[in-house]
Protein backbone atom coordinates (compact mmCIF):
# COMPACT_ATOMS: atom_id res chain seq x y z
CA UNK A 1 0.00 0.00 0.00
CA UNK A 2 0.66 4.01 -0.17
CA UNK A 3 0.30 6.41 2.50
CA UNK A 4 0.12 10.07 1.65
CA UNK A 5 0.24 12.45 4.99
CA UNK A 6 -0.28 16.62 4.02
CA UNK A 7 0.80 19.00 6.29
CA UNK A 8 1.64 22.89 5.84
CA UNK A 9 -2.29 24.14 6.12
CA UNK A 10 -3.44 26.63 8.38
CA UNK A 11 -4.70 30.38 8.14
CA UNK A 12 -3.21 33.39 6.35
CA UNK A 13 -4.39 36.15 5.07
CA UNK A 14 -5.28 37.32 1.33
CA UNK A 15 -2.07 38.16 -0.44
CA UNK A 16 -0.38 35.59 1.60
CA UNK A 17 1.76 32.18 0.93
CA UNK A 18 1.78 28.64 2.34
CA UNK A 19 3.60 25.94 1.16
CA UNK A 20 1.84 22.44 1.34
CA UNK A 21 4.30 19.05 1.74
CA UNK A 22 2.65 15.58 1.02
CA UNK A 23 5.53 12.89 2.04
CA UNK A 24 4.47 9.50 0.65
CA UNK A 25 5.68 6.25 2.02
CA UNK A 26 5.13 2.28 1.15
CA UNK A 27 7.07 -0.72 -0.43
CA UNK A 28 4.65 0.08 -3.70
CA UNK A 29 5.51 3.93 -3.91
CA UNK A 30 6.40 4.21 -7.58
CA UNK A 31 3.99 6.96 -9.26
CA UNK A 32 4.14 8.34 -12.78
CA UNK A 33 2.35 11.07 -11.49
CA UNK A 34 1.61 13.18 -8.15
CA UNK A 35 -1.21 15.95 -8.08
CA UNK A 36 -2.43 18.38 -5.83
CA UNK A 37 -7.11 18.63 -5.43
CA UNK A 38 -8.75 20.97 -3.41
CA UNK A 39 -12.22 21.09 -2.05
CA UNK A 40 -14.34 23.58 -0.83
CA UNK A 41 -17.76 23.22 1.17
CA UNK A 42 -20.15 22.81 -1.11
CA UNK A 43 -18.08 22.71 -4.24
CA UNK A 44 -16.63 19.26 -6.07
CA UNK A 45 -13.49 18.13 -5.28
CA UNK A 46 -11.21 20.42 -8.32
CA UNK A 47 -7.54 19.86 -9.84
CA UNK A 48 -5.06 22.09 -8.31
CA UNK A 49 -1.64 20.90 -9.80
CA UNK A 50 0.31 17.87 -10.81
CA UNK A 51 4.12 16.95 -11.54
CA UNK A 52 5.43 13.74 -13.27
CA UNK A 53 7.57 12.06 -10.64
CA UNK A 54 10.81 11.14 -13.45
CA UNK A 55 10.67 14.20 -15.52
CA UNK A 56 9.41 16.90 -13.15
CA UNK A 57 6.78 17.89 -15.95
CA UNK A 58 4.20 20.34 -14.46
CA UNK A 59 0.60 21.19 -15.32
CA UNK A 60 -1.84 23.98 -13.25
CA UNK A 61 -5.44 25.00 -13.28
CA UNK A 62 -5.97 28.46 -14.78
CA UNK A 63 -7.47 29.76 -11.79
CA UNK A 64 -3.50 29.13 -9.97
CA UNK A 65 -1.48 29.26 -12.71
CA UNK A 66 0.98 31.73 -11.80
CA UNK A 67 0.20 31.93 -8.31
CA UNK A 68 1.11 28.54 -7.34
CA UNK A 69 3.66 26.28 -7.73
CA UNK A 70 4.27 22.27 -7.40
CA UNK A 71 7.56 20.87 -6.76
CA UNK A 72 8.60 17.36 -6.01
CA UNK A 73 12.00 15.76 -3.94
CA UNK A 74 12.15 12.01 -5.49
CA UNK A 75 15.19 11.19 -2.56
CA UNK A 76 12.52 12.52 0.56
CA UNK A 77 9.78 10.90 -1.96
CA UNK A 78 7.61 14.52 -1.23
CA UNK A 79 6.08 16.63 -2.97
CA UNK A 80 5.17 20.42 -2.36
CA UNK A 81 2.61 22.85 -3.12
CA UNK A 82 4.09 26.80 -3.20
CA UNK A 83 1.08 28.83 -2.72
CA UNK A 84 1.89 32.63 -3.09
CA UNK A 85 -0.96 35.68 -3.17
CA UNK A 86 -3.33 33.67 -1.69
CA UNK A 87 -7.07 34.44 -1.95
CA UNK A 88 -10.51 34.05 0.18
CA UNK A 89 -11.46 31.94 -3.11
CA UNK A 90 -8.74 29.44 -2.47
CA UNK A 91 -9.85 28.29 1.20
CA UNK A 92 -10.39 24.44 0.97
CA UNK A 93 -9.43 21.47 2.59
CA UNK A 94 -6.12 20.41 -0.05
CA UNK A 95 -5.70 16.96 -1.04
CA UNK A 96 -2.41 15.22 -2.45
CA UNK A 97 -2.98 12.19 -4.59
CA UNK A 98 -0.65 9.28 -6.81
CA UNK A 99 -1.58 8.04 -9.90
CA UNK A 100 -0.05 6.40 -12.97
CA UNK A 101 -0.21 9.34 -15.36
CA UNK A 102 -0.05 13.21 -15.02
CA UNK A 103 -3.86 13.46 -15.14
CA UNK A 104 -6.37 16.93 -14.35
CA UNK A 105 -9.41 14.52 -13.20
CA UNK A 106 -9.06 13.12 -9.86
CA UNK A 107 -10.68 9.14 -11.01
CA UNK A 108 -7.20 9.01 -12.30
CA UNK A 109 -5.26 9.05 -9.28
CA UNK A 110 -5.42 5.99 -7.22
CA UNK A 111 -4.18 6.78 -3.61
CA UNK A 112 -5.18 10.16 -1.57
CA UNK A 113 -3.80 11.37 1.52
CA UNK A 114 -5.87 12.82 4.41
CA UNK A 115 -6.31 16.13 3.33
CA UNK A 116 -4.84 19.58 5.36
CA UNK A 117 -7.34 22.56 5.29
CA UNK A 118 -6.54 26.14 4.02
CA UNK A 119 -8.39 28.77 5.01
CA UNK A 120 -7.77 32.43 3.97
CA UNK A 121 -8.94 35.61 5.04
CA UNK A 122 -10.34 38.82 3.93
Known amino acids: QVQLVESGGGLVQAGGSLRLSCAASGRFFRPGAMGWFRQAPGKEREFVAA????????NYAGSVKGRFTISRDNAQNTVYLQMNSLEPDDTAVYYCASGPQIRSISSAYRYWGQGTQVTVSS
Open 51 to 58: ITWNSGFT
